[in-house]
């Protein structure tokens, strides 16, 4: 069965680190590949999507993600991160073209920023 | 550039009694979603329209559960009965085409 793994269930960093939030999918063919965050009491921001071409997309808010087929990754990046990211963030897959409204999500990786 | 918006953005209700929540999509998108999300999980997809039709709906939701979008702009969700376990946020989405989808700020409902 399709599914999205984060295996990180909550993360801290300090203000002005780098992160990285691993996002682990099981799919047969490529899929459409998401990056959505979500601030307390709020919904879903999208970060950045993948589809196809080049494998390193970038996103709002500086973040961007790696799609590896191989290991069938698709990890967000920021190179420093301010207090503001404070969130969760959620990975998700649309299985197939035309079905994003069914996207498989992971559960959630908390993101707490020390000062 | 205004996004989803919904209304409201909270409600407290009694068990038994009936809410309605209300989603102006993205203006120029054609397509409508409605979602539901408890903590620490990701959204359970609940209907879809495109345009004024209701295209697909999930098991998830129940016959007390009417979902409408009269005029293929703004929508309305309507809980009839409301139990405890309908407690949640209510995430309205919309898009243009099939691929990129945009969530609103949820519409939170606890039931006491």
């Known amino acids: 069965a399709q599914s999205v793994t984060q295996p990180d269930i909550h993360i801290t960093v300090s203000e002005g680190a780098s992160l990285e939030l691993r996002c682990n999918y099981s799919y047969g063919a490529t899929p459409y590949l998401f990056w959505y965050v979500q601030s307390p009491g709020q919904g879903l921001q999208l970060l950045l999507k993948?589809?196809?071409?080049d494998t390193l997309v970038q996103g709002i808010k500086g973040f961007e993600a790696e799609f590896k087929r191989s290991q069938s990754s698709f990890n967000l990046r920021k190179p420093s991160v301010h207090w503001s990211d404070a969130a969760e963030y959620f990975c998700a897959v649309a299985p197939h073209a035309g079905n994003n409204r069914k996207l498989i999500w992971g559960l959630g990786t908390s993101l707490a920023v020390n000062p | 550039d205004t996004g989803v918006s919904q209304d409201p953005r909270h409600k407290i209700t009694k068990r038994g009694q009936n809410v309605t929540f209300r989603c102006d999509p993205i203006s120029e998108h054609n397509r409508l979603y409605w979602y539901r999300q408890t903590l620490g999980q990701g959204p359970e997809f609940l209907t879809y329209?495109?345009?004024?039709?209701?295209?697909?709906k999930s098991r998830l939701l129940s016959d007390r559960f009417s979902a409408e979008r009269p005029k293929g702009s703004f929508s309305t969700l309507e809980i009839q009965r409301t139990e405890q376990g309908d407690s949640a946020m209510y995430l309205c989405?919309?898009?243009?085409?099939?691929?990129?989808?945009?969530f609103g700020e949820g519409s939170w409902l606890t039931v006491v």
């Open positions: 989405a919309s898009s243009a085409g099939p691929n990129t989808i945009y």
């Open positions: 993948y589809f196809s071409g």
């Open positions: 329209f495109q345009n004024e039709a209701q295209l697909e």
